[in-house]
């Protein structure tokens, strides 16, 4: 049963410090998409990636937050530095990418629960 | 641009009785409309989506939509609700093409269901 995983669970850090959250897509997946989640929010797309390359990232703040694909099985999100504004649940999801459109089904992982004191 | 709307926030049936979530749309372009579910702790799960085709579509666990143009609604029912249906339902439409053609969520309605 192929599962996006995504590492850690939850963590909690404080203010200031990195934060770098995993994502291993469904293999043979081609689209990865970063969304964080919160209460006041909802769920809000930060960047997706289509063969590794970066082709939507408006959703992020760029002065503090980072996505790369440094292969094809790993996706990484990364907040520096971090601040309680960040708090959040951060999914990754994948897609099979067969039209080359986020219209594909996206499978999402478990979700990794962030607080920054 | 496009967006949705999910009337309810929360909405509580129950068990064994009809379950309705709403959701409107707004789109400058035939839309492509999906339905997800997320369980507690959990990530969204696809319960259907519809593209073209067939305006009545069937999804997972008794779940179905019907896309009407005309009143600009993809709601979300199932005849017959189960404990095992308390979640929170999200909404999507597929983005604008200078919205990078993303799908662009609701805030979600969560449900209840009573035994």
């Known amino acids: 049963d192929a599962r996006v995983t995504q590492t850690p669970r939850h963590k909690v850090t404080e203010m200031g410090q990195e934060v770098t959250m995993r994502c291993q897509p469904i293999l043979g997946h081609n689209t990865v998409f970063w969304y964080r989640q919160t209460m006041m929010q909802g769920l809000e797309l930060l960047a997706y990636?289509?063969?590794?390359?970066?082709?939507?990232d408006s959703g992020m703040p760029k002065d503090r937050f980072s996505a790369e694909m440094p292969d094809a099985t790993l996706a990484t999100l990364k907040i520096q530095p971090s601040e309680p504004r960040d708090s959040a649940v951060y999914f990754c999801?994948?897609?099979?990418?067969?039209?080359?459109?986020?219209?594909?089904?996206?499978?999402f992982g478990p979700g990794t629960r962030l607080t920054v004191l | 641009a496009q967006s949705v709307t999910q009337l309810g926030s929360h909405v509580s049936v129950s068990e064994g009785a009809l379950v309705l979530l709403r959701c409107n749309y707004s789109?400058?372009?035939?839309?492509?409309l999906f339905w997800y579910v997320q369980y507690p702790n959990q990530g969204l799960q696809l319960l259907l989506k519809?593209?073209?085709?067939?305006?009545l579509v069937k999804g997972i666990n008794g779940f179905e939509a019907e896309f009407k143009k005309s009143e600009t609604s993809f709601h979300l029912t199932k005849p017959s609700a189960h404990m095992s249906d308390a979640a929170e339902y999200f909404c999507?439409?597929?983005?604008?093409?200078?919205?990078?053609?993303?799908?662009?969520f609701g805030q979600g309605t969560e449900l209840s269901v009573k035994p």
């Open positions: 999801a994948s897609g099979p990418g067969t039209s080359g459109r986020t219209t594909d089904t996206q499978y």
């Open positions: 999507a439409v597929r983005g604008s093409y200078n919205q990078g053609g993303k799908l662009i």
């Open positions: 789109s400058s372009v035939p839309p492509y």
């Open positions: 519809y593209t073209t085709g067939a305006t």
């Open positions: 990636f289509r063969n590794r390359a970066p082709l939507d």
